[in-house]
């Protein structure tokens, strides 16, 4: 389906109150519904290269049960230079996480417009499973999504969407933000998140649990004083439990994994609000101003 020009995310666990929102970048929300059925079935013979598994195929209990509240339309003609369609549209649905609610899950994606049933019905339709179940679910702000709630993505998606893919520590750090609604392991999660800390706020390698933390203090609290000190206890008492979880201890709690997550998130929403991800120079300058 990334052959065509546009593809269609069904967007379930929140909704939204309006028909149709055009966003930036060719990407239009609408209301549209879609209830995705699959029932299993177990072929028991291997498949040879002539012939698929031979019959009987057994149907078995339990099924696929998978309902579209809204769709995104994404036009895959605007997507940056030398960006892969099925990156480029992961890197959307993460933004919308971000931005809009981290309840928002992507379960489907369509060759056809879910909410265009004369289209729908008339063609051959691709429609494939586009995300696991989450592990971690997060609850927003809302269950129904406005236009006004829209406002943040609509005024920067084109923004971020270009500094996303200037920057690699930054793209790495929003992809962790969302890779870990997915994973199945606790310590692996922590890991990943400080990865992309790592990547932001260690420009080089020295000792990386003073540096890091100390650097991320004085990214967020600029200004100094027991604010930052603080932050920074809290920083570098975090990146023990990364040491453990990366080191094989599975003693992680699910409460260093949030502290951490929203760590991460501050960082990256400054680095949207400043429209500038740091340089060695502007950490330590901030260090020591």
Known sequence: MFDNNKVYLGMSDVKVSFDELVLPKGVIARRAYAHFMSPHMVALESPTREKLAPSPWKTVRGSGDKIVHWELEVDLTQKPEGAEA???????VSLLRLGLSPQLHCFLISSVSFASKAEFNDSEPEVSLWETNRVLVLKGAYDELSQSTFGWIAENLERCMDLIYKHYELKLAVSSLDEVHFQQSLP??????????????????????????????????????????????????????RSKAAHGDNSVKQDTLLQTYELLYKAVEKIFEQNSVPTKESLERSLLG
Request: aromatic fraction near 14%; charged fraction near 30%.
């Open 86 to 92: 099925d990156d480029y549209v992961k890197t959307i």
């Open 188 to 241: 692996m999660s922590l890991v990943l998140l400080w990865g992309a800390l790592e990547a932001i706020f260690t420009k080089d390698k020295a000792e990386l649990r003073f540096r890091v933390s100390v650097m991320i203090s004085s990214y967020l609290e600029p200004d100094g004083g027991d604010k930052a000190y603080l932050l920074y206890k809290k920083v570098a008492k975090l990146y023990n439990e």
